[in-house]
């Protein structure tokens, strides 16, 4: 019994493992094929992009805040790498990795500094950067598209095809690192740790001194520096780039997090979680392709899932909050 | 010392302050560009944000009670795509509306449950229920479109009266402005709104039944969506699952332009009339200007940054100058 209830903090991940291994159980039993060493491949590099955002905004959610200019800022640094490199023929997959990360983080710090230098609601700054950022690209894009042609061949054909194993992708890969990174940081570091009291209680963190407005800041150039990296997954994956890139895939990401148990109210959630809630999304959607469920219906499913995952983290939230005051009233008798 | 919150007086500044604005843009706008000041582009102007605006009315009363709906737009799709589906399959035209109301309602009434009987939060919520009702009008229409619509109602959406400037909506949207603004400003009703959105918890000690007032603004939400989407779908002729796409946000951009507080408990109708016809006259000027349809994203977007750091700043500035009043 005291075994189960140690085990008990990381239960949400482990209970969202085993709902992903089930889901990806009858998925390949409509289709065997989703099964192979084929299938796991493209689940992953699908997953990539939008679980790389979903590590992420990670810490960003953790601290009760939002950020949903990332998929513009997605489609900037994309269009903005291709330029770059199309105008620069002589390019390599290593500039791509170091401009995607300064375009996104250059949006983080603008983000950063209204949220926190201001302590305007994240919400709707967000939202105001991400018709901003989105203009931007409508404007400097000029409607010219880019496709594989203009792009370094290291980048889309080399990094891009790149599998290990048979079916671990580069680009998820990548994933892993970060998440494994992310995960141990906000763990054990001390400056991790801050950000889950700052999303548990705004106020309290700034009575005791906690540095909020250094940790809120660099929480949000984070996501806007995953963001941009994300960019150079998402050439990798489409090979083509416009001005619409990545529209309106925010709310994707979001639901992914909040599907792996990152809630949305501060205080809980790791990047673990988020990584596993971007693939059980789009295993589901793999299900339901393979039920043959029409792909209009999709957004739908989308929007279910989040409602049904927002439900069951309430229902845990209760629970748990139920059992802790029974023990404080256990322990006061 | 003023009988007054300091909070309240900054809105209120405010508030006077985009009116000011307005005027001022309208002012500059008709002296530097021809055709602005007519009567065909001020009817543009109100056509243009008729749906913004009605949906308006209700969302200021959801801001003020400090939640949100994101899900207006997709509510408005859902609703348009309802009314052109069962009008294609056969049914009578005002059948199709009373559908499409009707749809409105329960998507609003859905959201309201959500939030109040389970206890979700109503931001998460609604990014649930913009994906699943605009997923739900993906499946029901696909690609198809609907645009065969008896004439009467398309000239409704579309048309003026006689020569006027006055879109032939304007009276419906004048209308449930009085109704909303009278529900805000002079009724118990109104009053209620604005106490819970000050502090829910002292508004149910005084025994306010919080949960049944938000259901009721949910669902008149929903309501509202349903009635732009019947207003676009004949404004434009089409019903399609992707009409209306992103209005959410020039809606709670307009809102918080018109000075009421995203923290909920502060806000008024003129604030938000104002809000809405200042970035309805702004577009209207930058398209006049044959400024790049793109750049209205960017504007758009700046606009929503000032109407949340433009009040901050100013009570920010003003709690200064009082220190160092204080000080002195």
Known sequence: MDLLNKLKPSSREASLG??????????????????????????????????????????????RHIDLSIASTVGLTAWLIADICAKNPDFTWVHCFIIGPIVGALVGVL?????????????????????????LVYVISNSVDYNSQEMPPSLIEDLGQRVYFGLLPFTFSLVIIFMV?????????????????????PPAADLVGLKV????????????????????????????????????????????????????????????????????????????AALGVDAFWKAAINGLLLIIAIYADRVLAVRSEKRLLQQRIRERI | MSIFPKAVQVRKSWDTAIIGLLLVVIVMASTTTEGFLTSLNFSYIFSNTSEIMIIAFAMLFMIILGEIDLSVASILALSSSMLGWSYAKGAPIWLAIIICLVVGTVCGFLNGFFVTKLGLGSLAVTIGTLALYRGIANGILGENTVNEFPEFWTSFGFDTFG???????????????????????????????????????????????????????????????????????????????????????????????????????????????????????VESWLTLQEINAQWRTIVTGILLLISVAGPVLVAKSKQRRERKALKS
């Not at chain 1, 209204?114 to 967000?126: E, F, H, I, M």
């Not at chain 1, 890139?245 to 809630?263: K, N, P, T």
């Not at chain 2, 025994?207 to 004949?234: D, L, P």
């Not at chain 2, 209306?244 to 307009?254: D, P, R, T, Y």
């Open chain 1, 18 to 63: 085993i709902i992903l291994l089930i889901a990806v159980g009858v998925t390949g039993l409509i289709n065997p094929r989703f099964l192979t060493g084929d299938g796991t491949r493209d689940l992953l590099t699908s997953t990539s992009v939008v679980a790389l955002l979903a590590i992420g905004i990670t810490p960003v959610v953790v601290m």
């Open chain 1, 111 to 135: 983000n950063g500094l209204l949220v926190a230098g201001l302590r305007l609601p994240s919400l709707v700054v967000t939202l105001g950067t991400l018709y901003i950022v989105r203009g």
């Open chain 1, 181 to 201: 990174l992310i995960a141990y940081y906000m763990k054990y570091a001390k400056s991790g740790r801050d950000a889950y009291a700052i999303g548990s209680n």
């Open chain 1, 213 to 288: 407005f250094r940790r809120t800041f660099l929480a949000f150039v984070f996501s806007g520096t995953m963001a941009g990296l994300a960019a150079v997954f998402y050439l990798m994956r489409f090979a083509q780039v416009d001005s619409t890139a990545f529209y309106g895939q925010e709310l994707a990401v979001v639901a992914a997090c909040v599907i792996g148990g990152v809630s949305i109210f501060g205080g809980t959630g790791t990047v673990v979680g988020a990584v596993i809630g971007a693939l059980l999304v789009q295993t589901i959607q793999g299900g339901l």
């Open chain 2, 163 to 281: 020569t006027t400037f006055m879109p032939k909506t304007l009276p419906m949207i004048i209308f449930f402005g009085i109704i909303f603004g009278l529900l805000l400003h002079r009724t118990p009703f109104g009053r209620r709104t604005l106490a819970i959105g000050q502090s829910a918890e002292a508004a149910k000690f005084a025994g306010i039944n919080v949960v049944r007032h938000k259901m009721i603004v949910f669902t008149f939400t929903g309501f509202m969506s349903g009635v732009a989407g019947m207003v676009y779908t004949f404004r434009f002729s089409t019903a399609q699952a992707d009409n209306g796409v992103g209005i959410e946000l020039l809606v709670i951009s307009a809102i918080l332009l018109g000075g009421v507080s995203i923290f909920g408990g502060i806000g008024t109708i003129w604030g938000v009339v104002a809000g809405v016809l200042l970035a309805g006259s």
